[in-house]
């Protein structure tokens, strides 16, 4: 290997760094921030249908089982897939630190295992709820925080193959 491509990648962090970056600038932007911007469309990836308008639901005034007119369960379903767009934002925010800034391995390791506690429970509710043709997205989840986490919690600094 010559010594400018050597240079090249002693200056790259080892490629579980890096797609634990991507997990990170993920849940940042197309799992955070976009899901904040339009939870209705963020809800998709769970299977749960929320209209953009409400002139398409139920226009009856008198409310469904729980009580609440139909505009007001939309908006409630909003706030709801909102929350965990804002706990992606974190997570992402947190990933994103411990790579960039604090550039700790081991820390990085146990944030990505520790995104697999969120990634299950999201799995669990889209299977109990949501649309099973949505659930694929979040098996992939759970084998990105359990491989990526396991391997920063593995090698740690000693890194074999850089």
Not at 36 to 51: K, M, S, T
Not at 106 to 128: E, K, Q
Not at 155 to 162: E, I, M, S, V
Request: one cysteine or more; a positive charge; charged letters at 15%.
């Amino acid at each position: 290997m010559s010594t400018q491509t050597r240079n090249l990648f002693h200056h790259l962090p080892p490629p579980a760094e890096c797609l634990a970056l991507i997990v990170g600038a993920l849940e940042l932007l197309p799992f955070g921030i976009l899901g904040l911007r339009n939870p209705a469309v963020f809800a998709d990836g769970y299977g749960l249908p929320i209209a953009n308008d409400t002139s398409s639901s139920n226009t009856s005034t008198n409310g469904n089982a729980s009580g609440l007119s139909p505009e007001a369960e939309q908006q409630t379903k909003k706030a709801l897939v909102a929350a965990i767009a804002a706990r992606n934002v974190q997570n992402g925010i947190l990933l994103l630190t411990f790579g960039l800034v604090l550039r700790d391995r081991r820390s990085l390791g146990v944030a990505v295992m520790a995104g697999l506690v969120a990634t299950v429970a999201d799995t669990v509710i889209v299977r109990a709820y949501g649309v099973k043709d949505k659930i694929a997205g979040h098996y992939i989840g759970i084998f990105n925080s359990l491989a990526i986490g396991g391997s920063l919690l593995y090698w740690g600094r000693n890194d074999p193959l850089w």
